[in-house]
């Protein structure tokens, strides 16, 4: 029969296992994870392997919304998974296609597609209430300013210079 030392020890170890396994954070290639201490936002973890202090920190899996929205503006696409990896990988926006007045007011029709990467995924999930939304106000905002600056005729042939 063991002891109370031998049990006491026992516990005691068994609870250091299960607190050190709980802080062991494998983070995929091409993720990140946002760690919460006590709710606060506290720091972000890159891919590879990382070490969190169980029961004071967390990583945020909900509660939050980052999406793009792709195939002309008809399907909303995640870019957090449910164990709360965020892609930091280059991602493509494709919004729907814009009515937009040239600098002779014709109506000009322009389709496009922008390309994005979080590099702050801790700023993209607290400082920003809907990222796809903002970035696309964003977009209509750039294109009508550049799209402006050119009339009708002269918008075809500077397709270049606008991809830019």
Known sequence: MPDITTITIGLLLAI???VLFQGVQQVP?????????LGRRHRVLMPGLNLII???DSVKNTGFDLETIQ????????????KGNISIA???MDPNRLKLLGKDNSEIFVD???YFKITDPMRAVY???SLADSFISLIETTLRQ????????????SREQLGE
């Open 16 to 18: 250091v296992l299960i």
């Open 29 to 37: 290639d091409g993720k990140a994870r946002v760690v919460e201490r």
């Open 54 to 56: 169980p029961l004071l």
């Open 71 to 82: 195939d002309n503006g008809t399907n909303r696409v995640s870019l957090v998974d449910r």
């Open 90 to 92: 280059e991602q493509r």
């Open 112 to 114: 496009s597609i922008a």
């Open 127 to 129: 400082d920003i209430a």
């Open 146 to 157: 550049e799209v402006g600056k050119f009339d009708g005729d002269s918008i075809v042939t």
